[in-house]
């Protein structure tokens, strides 16, 4: 998850939003657990989001 500081915040919230959804369809619709590292990733995006 990179960002810099020449996109407008509403580029980088949308960036964030596939990947939310991805994370949501894995673990609802697919039962699995995220990976450590994909927790942590979406911890990250999720405060970003919310900010």
């Known amino acids: ?3 810099t500081r020449s996109e407008k ?3 980088i919230i949308a960036g ?3 990947r939310l ?3 949501a369809k894995k673990v ?3 039962g699995e657990k995220l990976s ?3 927790d942590a990733d979406r911890l990250a995006r999720l ?3 919310v900010s």
């Open 16 to 18: 964030h939003i596939p």
């Open 21 to 23: 959804r991805f994370y």
């Open 47 to 49: 405060k970003e989001f």
């Open 28 to 30: 609802v619709l697919g």
């Open 9 to 11: 915040p509403e580029d």
């Open 36 to 38: 450590s590292q994909e």
């Open 1 to 3: 998850m990179n960002s």
